[in-house]
């Protein structure tokens, strides 16, 4: 999955885990500028190891953390019957659809995805049943507020996810993995290859 990352003068300004700003009196997250982000991936990387015919090879790494993913799912779509199926499949399609524009798909990201998709389809479905019941009407307005409400949740989880998604990426890029053999070779005073 092609992810963005930020231009390398951007990660210095995304050092801060959190960064936040007041608005209307109320703390907001900061995102970074649209321009800031670029797109390393020029063609579609085939996620995992796999071998020379495109299988999964030993080592790879696709199934990793599918015990919180399957908790997800079933948080998106759960076994509903009717009306709710359809709405919990186009938030599922919605969901899927959000995760791959984040940089990061970690289980916090993931988590405020799945619930930014279930707002999003929620609150098309009550705009949708306030026009069927008549704008003016008293269920029309009602259900016209619960999809304004809705949306407003909607709006802010993009922005927090975005936000959590873009820090984690840098934070994750930052990381070195340890190459345990010559960490041991230096701690004895001697060099990778030796042998004794």
């Not at 800031?36 to 790494?61: M, Q, V, Y």
């Not at 709006?155 to 010559?182: F, G, N, Q, W, Y």
Request: net charge positive; charged share 30%.
């Amino acid at each position: 999955m092609p992810a963005l990352q930020l231009a390398p003068d951007a990660e210095q300004r995304a050092e801060g885990l959190v960064t936040i700003e007041q608005s209307h009196g109320k703390a907001r997250p900061t995102l970074p500028r649209s321009s800031d982000l670029t797109d390393p991936h020029t063609e579609c990387e085939p996620s995992g190891k796999r071998d020379a015919r495109g299988r999964f090879a030993a080592g790879n790494d696709t199934a990793t953390g599918r015990g919180w993913k399957a908790i997800l799912r079933k948080h998106v779509t759960g076994a509903l019957k009717g009306e709710a199926e359809p709405l919990a499949r186009e938030a599922w399609q919605l969901y899927q659809s959000l995760l791959s524009e984040l940089p990061c798909d970690s289980p916090g990201v993931r988590q405020l995805v799945a619930a930014r998709a279930r707002a999003a389809v929620l609150s098309a479905r009550y705009a949708l049943l306030a026009a069927e019941r008549g704008y003016g009407t008293e269920d029309g307005d009602a259900a016209l507020e619960l999809s304004t409400k809705l949306c407003q949740r909607a709006e802010r989880l993009a922005v927090t996810s975005l936000d959590l998604s873009t820090k984690l990426a840098v934070v994750a890029r930052r990381r070195k993995p340890a190459d345990i053999h010559a960490e041991i070779a230096a701690a004895f005073g001697g060099d990778e290859g030796s042998k004794p």
